[in-house]
């Protein structure tokens, strides 16, 4: 697992640390990542940065890489990191909020106590729903982007690993319901595009989370269904928060930037300084 640490001379005497991850296609160098760690390394934070399987600039060494259900790195990381550091925050961006939320909800009691709270911002918590929406043709543009983006990674893996043989025709693809099916549900254990994306949604999780959890979802993320905003989890929970802004798209939530950092990065700020005193 690669993990990316914002340099600092006091790395070692921080008390806190947050940790990052990105969203499909991304990695700890994409410039929401980097704003962020910056924002929390003027609070006092040391600042680490996972780069998701395969997505640090090298191909991983398996034939499968990350996916939106993959919490297995993300908790191999938690482990080490809970070894330095007392009080460990959480926050992730789209694919890399998924992630972090199951983590989070699906086996509580492997989560390091050191772990005290999370944020995230533009997640498909229904992977389907999101599916269905990139689907549609307003979203052409993304959904050819993400598909020549991956496909890219399919080939540079199968140069270098050339006992690993993916199927063709990926560049011809127009949908996740086409990937998946074929490239994400094979190659991790899954029946199909229906069955990855019901076990690895991040929704049912939410009500059995035991440490506070901020989500923050665009009411206009051309990517998110209805489906994708957990109101009715948000209600019954102390734990869960919900928070639904007028705009922001996905994972763009500029506004005016202010010293301690953009809106989404202070919101995040505030939200783990409410939770200071919590134990767990």
Known sequence: MDLDWLESN???????????????????????????????????????????????????????????????????????????????SLVGFSLGGNVLLKYLGEDSARVPKSVRSAAAFSVPCDLAGAADCLAESRNAFYMKRFIKLLGAKLREKEKTYQEYEYEEGHSEMKSFHEFDNVYTARLNGFRDAIDYWSQSSCKQYLNRLDRPALLVNARNDPFLSDSCFPREIAQSSSLFHLEIPGSGGHCGFPGRKAPEGYWHERRALSFFAAQGNRGF
Do not use: W
């Not at 008390?15 to 994409?30: K, V």
């Not at 760690?37 to 499968?64: H, I, W």
């Not at 890489?65 to 993300?74: K, R």
């Open 10 to 88: 006091a790395v070692h005497n921080e008390a806190r640390c947050c940790i990052i991850l990105h969203g499909l296609e991304g990695d700890s160098h994409a410039p929401y990542v980097k704003s962020m760690a910056r924002s929390f390394q003027r609070s006092g934070y040391a600042v680490g940065a996972l780069n998701l399987r395969g997505c640090s600039g090298e191909p991983n060494r398996l034939k499968r890489f990350y996916h939106s259900g993959d919490t297995e790195g993300l908790a191999f990381v938690l482990d080490q990191v809970s070894m330095r550091y007392d009080r460990i």
